[in-house]
């Protein structure tokens, strides 16, 4: 694994043989979660999710590599889920404060 970073003031970013280290969140309604934990652990790789719970819907977060996007994707579909529900951001990010 890499961090990488230039300095054209983006963020630092890790990097392993599948890519970007990103992070992934879905969120759903509450009756759903047991259904989209089940979905998730049909992944080639372990999913250790952390849960936010808030009213009327559950965010579900874990860390992925960016060439393992596309098999959640097909995970959600192929589980009734809206794959577009699925949101990526980057792992790290720095903030600069004055």
Partial sequence: MSIRSDDSGLPFALFGLEG???SL???VEPKLLEDLLEALSSLDF???PQLYH???EV???FPAYSAQVDQVRAAL???GF???SLESAAVLTLTHQA
């Fill in 59 to 61: 965010s579900v977060e």
């Fill in 82 to 84: 809206n794959p577009k």
């Fill in 25 to 27: 969140r879905i969120t």
């Fill in 20 to 22: 970007e280290l990103v």
């Fill in 77 to 79: 579909r192929h589980n």
């Fill in 46 to 48: 372990p999913v250790n």
């Fill in 54 to 56: 808030r009213h009327a």
